[in-house]
């Protein structure tokens, strides 16, 4: 199976990474918020921003990843890590601050002593300095090269968008590998209820206005947002039926049932 070389381009650090499948669970790197409760309280708690509400909506009990936060007052943290509200910023110079003693930054959080696929969330800063913690992890564990690293991009309403679909993502492994793309990532014969081959229906919850399309899955595989299907979708212009090749992410398509 050959994908376009546009949408193999999506790919750019996943190709670069590990990509045999971990038993590793997947690993969530957060950016901190600036809104906050008013009291001490665990990070997780602490946190009230919008990514923070999104990240609570959509993960699920049977598909938890690690977390680690990255504070902008006291570098990478655990999650039950109880802190106090405070009004630091990732400004460039904090960063570099940061990166010049990284080991002293890491050195608050539990790092994973596997290597598994990794997520970042956050402003362009934060996943700077994420990235290197990630890079320096890797070595540290003895990986033969960086993990599998998607991030967050584009403004606010677009990360939230992309973390609540890499979340829901992780709710049902794929399983069958039927072969790799050109860049060594590879595709799956089944994910939950679907199954290449399947006629399934299109529709994208975030736009009610667009009309549910037919599509029939050609592969399933780990996309920059989470699990998706390679798909012919049947579009309909005047009474002519048009097959169009796409790449949808599972939470926008349906069983047909």
Known sequence: MQAHPTQLSLFDEIARATVARSPARPLVLMACSATKLNRPAPAMDLYRGVMYETFRA???????PQVIILSAQHGFIQPDAEIAPYDARMTADRAETMLSGLSTAMAGAAWPDQIGPVFLAG???????MRAAVERWARKVGAGATPAIVETS????????QLGQYLDGLSD????E?????????YFRRAGPFTVGERVIHAYRHLPGIAPRWATIRSIFRGPSGLTAEADVEEETGNCVHIVSRWIALTNLQPNQ
């Open 173 to 176: 492994d794929p399983s069958e």
């Open 123 to 129: 402003g362009m800063h934060y996943r700077r300095v």
């Open 178 to 186: 039927i072969g790799r793309f050109p860049n060594g990532v590879p």
């Open 154 to 161: 584009g403004g606010i309403g677009m990360q939230r968008s």
């Open 58 to 64: 959509h993960v699920r009990a049977d598909a938890q």
